[in-house]
């Protein structure tokens, strides 16, 4: 049985043949020779908003022959206080996989270990693995192996997708370093964890010196919207803009995972500079995605 539960917990090999896989199924998007989820309903229950993981999910699964039920929280008894466990054994008798955008990342392990069949982590608090599956997918696709190359990640250094960068840097070979607050840094256990070449610096211009690729994500997360005023303004000094990117090696890719707010985490200039680059990322959720069923169910 497999699950994509966190980049944390998928195995380097794995890893590798997802990001292998993901270009032939790119190209071969339209007349794919399998249908390897014929016959299959997998739900997405979502306790947060979402539009790329969403549809590329919703798309993906229908054109590897499966159907997809997007399953809202707040319209199933999960909603209502429901324990995730009997929502896992109810689903795990009546559906073939699952794909779950939540807050706690034990609720996706618990549906895991629960339901019995194939979990896929759509984004919790701590980790977004599609997301870097496919940023990943996309620097190589561009610029050929990360390993060796340097990544900048700058603002919320402590959030989801700041987390699965982290765990990718040990088991991909590449450098990442963190440009934020002290307050918004990963902890230090976390970072142990982890393992690999990575360095947390308060100096933006250092951090992107020589950076193969620049990565920002919003100031507030899903979920942190009680603490925006103040997260607004102790992140004010870590925009990604073109005197930044200037200091990057020349050539370096600049990325959002997406919704971008112009004039916070990103100015408007500099993200439209790099849009070619920032929506074949949203566009490239869809092929990754269906290297991970692919894997998921093989
Ligand atoms: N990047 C990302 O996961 O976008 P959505 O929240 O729209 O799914
Ligand atoms: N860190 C962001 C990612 C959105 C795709 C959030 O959790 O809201």
Not at 203 to 213: I, K, R
Not at 259 to 269: L, S, T
Request: proline share 4%; net charge negative.
């Amino acid at each position: 049985m497999k699950h994509l539960l966190s980049i944390e917990k998928l195995a380097r090999a794995d890893m590798e043949y997802i990001l292998a896989a993901a270009g032939a199924v790119k190209q071969q998007r339209g007349h794919e020779l399998t249908q390897p989820l014929a016959g299959q309903t997998w739900p997405l229950i979502f306790s947060k908003s979402s539009t790329r993981t969403r549809v590329s999910f919703e798309v993906g699964i229908s054109e590897l022959g499966g159907r997809p039920m997007f399953l809202s929280a707040a319209d199933i008894q999960l909603g209502r206080g429901e324990p995730i466990k009997d929502t896992a054994r109810v689903l795990g008798r009546m559906v073939h996989g699952a794909v779950i955008r939540t807050f706690a990342q034990r609720d996706v392990e618990d549906f895991a270990q629960f339901s019995g069949i194939p979990t896929i982590n759509a984004l919790t608090d701590d980790e977004h693995p599609c997301q870097i599956l496919t940023d990943i997918f996309t620097f190589e696709e561009k610029r050929g192996p990360i390993a060796g190359k340097t990544v900048t990640f700058i603002g919320d250094g402590a959030c989801n997708v700041a987390n699965s960068w982290i765990f990718a840097a040990a088991k991909l070979g590449f450098e990442l370093r963190i440009a934020a607050p002290k307050a918004f840094q990963p902890t230090a256990e976390l970072l142990e964890r982890a393992g690999g070449k990575i360095s947390c610096t308060e100096d933006v211009n250092a951090a992107v010196s020589g950076a193969d690729l620049i990565y920002t994500d919003v100031w507030v997360s899903m979920g942190k919207e009680a603490e925006a005023a103040a997260r607004l303004e102790q992140l004010a000094g870590y925009q990604v803009n073109q005197a930044l990117v200037r200091r990057a090696r020349p050539g370096a890719l600049v990325m959002h995972c997406l919704p971008a707010y112009r004039g916070k985490e990103i100015d408007e200039e500099t993200f439209e500079a790099n849009a070619a680059t920032i929506f074949t990322q949203a566009e490239n959720r869809l092929h990754v995605q269906k290297a991970i069923l692919n894997w998921a169910v093989a």
